[in-house]
């Protein structure tokens, strides 16, 4: 399994617990590290946001050997992860220290748009 430091959930300093929405991207960031390394073989890929979203979507995606076949609870649990942490794994801007970056949903949805229009 994928194990990120970024992504270790943190309790809230007043009363030590773990907010659902941080919660909710730390098991998104799980789902994530198990996608790829199940389709793909590898821990993470530039393409692993894109190709996750999309696979969530229903989209067709290609893994390492051959289509990628998510099931419907599986869609449903990732984009309902997605809605309460409000937002999506994405790599960091920072090419010269990699790590990951959370994005808000809206963002994250601009540049799926965008890249669409590539």
């Known amino acids: 399994m994928l194990y990120i430091r970024d ?4 309790p809230d300093p007043v ?10 991207r730390y098991l998104l960031g799980l789902q994530a590290g198990d996608f790829s390394e199940t389709y793909h073989f590898v ?7 894109f190709d ?3 696979a969530a979507q229903g989209e067709e995606v290609e893994g ?10 599986e869609k449903k649990l990732i984009l309902e992860l997605a809605s309460v942490a409000g937002g999506w794994w994405v790599d960091s ?8 970056s959370f ?4 963002e994250w949805q601009a540049r799926v ?6």
């Open 103 to 106: 994005l808000p949903l809206e």
């Open 43 to 49: 821990s993470w890929t530039k393409e692993l946001p």
């Open 7 to 10: 992504i270790v959930p943190e």
């Open 93 to 100: 801007p920072n090419h010269s220290n990699p790590s990951l």
């Open 64 to 73: 390492a050997f051959g289509p990628v076949n998510l099931s419907e609870e």
């Open 15 to 24: 009363d030590g617990l773990i907010s659902r929405s941080c919660m909710a």
């Open 113 to 118: 748009r965008a890249r669409c229009r590539s």
């Open 52 to 54: 996750f979203w999309d």
